[in-house]
């Protein structure tokens, strides 16, 4: 019987789960279509995993929490890089995908745009982008490999997987549509956010200045980032294009150490159905309990001696062994 702490955990989530479910089914008519990830969860990772011949979890990603009152007072949160909705993501090993999708479109059409930020953060990660990013570059340069990776990405989306080249145009389209506009940003903020607008207007998409691999996104960001000079806040976020997140450690595993396989099962895992109850032997599940007493006082300490007891007559050698017991 496990802790009763787990047991407790455990309950909550089910009935977590089961409520939200249940809302998901009853939930008014004229409300906005939701798809949760749970409900395709099992499908994205096996088309996943079919494209790249290897399994990549997908895991829900949260919304981040809204900057605070003096953040926004001093200026350290700015207008255009607000984003309400959870971003897709990817660290290399892991896909990120919103837990919930919701807005005017059918149920068919959530799936179409779960599968299209699946595919986008997969390329990501199959082709290298992910693991090449420059975390210790400034933001500038960074943002700079974002939009060159996001622009090499969908080339490739869209000449390797032409059945969702309409769903990523309008993704696209839909994208240009909500960039803040160019009077609210710095100079080079407004180049930045004119270079992005460029890439998302391409039709078909097509790579930024020759850009197709992680090692020519990072020079061409690190040469471009040195023209722009002036203040630089960021560039607003593209929910299509999701972020890069940093590599997490795998507990347990030294420096320098092999990445553990793809196919080896993690230490904790949801199951997908509920196990089968086996009946109970003759001999198992006794309804009458043993005996059991709670004890009041403290225990008796005592010390002992870790190499044994070693009276003076055992060290004896003409001792008689008979009188020793």
């Not at 001093?74 to 090993?93: E, F, I």
């Not at 005017?104 to 930020?117: F, I, K, M």
């Not at 020079?219 to 471009?224: D, E, K, Q, S, T």
């Amino acid at each position: 019987m496990g802790e009763p702490e787990g047991l407790l955990i455990e309950g909550v989530r089910v009935a977590v789960a089961g409520a939200r479910d249940l809302w998901y089914r009853v939930r008014p008519a004229e409300a906005a279509p939701h798809l949760a990830l749970g409900a395709v969860r099992a499908r994205l990772e096996l088309f996943l995993g079919a494209l790249y011949d290897t399994r990549i979890p997908i895991l829900p990603a949260d919304p981040a929490p809204p900057p605070t009152w003096l953040a926004r007072l001093l200026g350290k949160a700015p207008r255009h890089l607000a984003l309400a909705d959870a971003p897709p993501s990817t660290d290399g090993r892991h896909v990120w995908l919103p837990r919930v999708l919701e807005g005017p479109s059918e149920a068919d059409s959530l799936v179409e745009r779960y599968r299209l930020l699946a595919v986008e953060q997969a390329v990501r990660l199959g082709r290298g982008f992910a693991r090449a990013y420059p975390w210790d570059a400034a933001r500038i340069e960074r943002d700079l490999y974002w939009i060159g990776a996001a622009a090499a990405v969908d080339h490739a989306l869209a000449r390797d997987l032409p059945g969702l080249a309409a769903v990523l145009r309008s993704a696209r389209v839909a994208a240009l549509a909500t960039r803040p506009p160019l009077d609210a940003l710095t100079t080079a903020e407004g180049a930045v956010e004119a270079l992005l607008g460029a890439v998302l207007a391409a039709d078909p998409p097509r790579p930024h200045s020759g850009v197709e691999t992680p090692g020519e996104a990072r020079r061409w960001a690190r040469l471009h980032a040195r023209s722009l000079t002036g203040r630089y806040r960021g560039v607003a976020p593209v929910t299509l294009w999701g972020e890069f997140r940093p590599v997490s450690p795998v507990s347990g595993m030294r420096p320098g150490a092999p990445e553990p396989s793809a196919h080896r099962p993690g230490r904790a895992a949801v199951l997908r159905r509920a196990p089968r109850a086996r009946p109970a032997g003759d001999d198992e599940d006794e309804r009458s309990p043993g005996m059991w007493m709670v004890r009041f006082d403290d225990p008796m300490e005592s010390v002992e001696d870790p190499m044994g007891l070693a009276r003076p007559v055992d060290h004896d050698e003409a001792a008689d062994a008979g009188a020793l017991g």
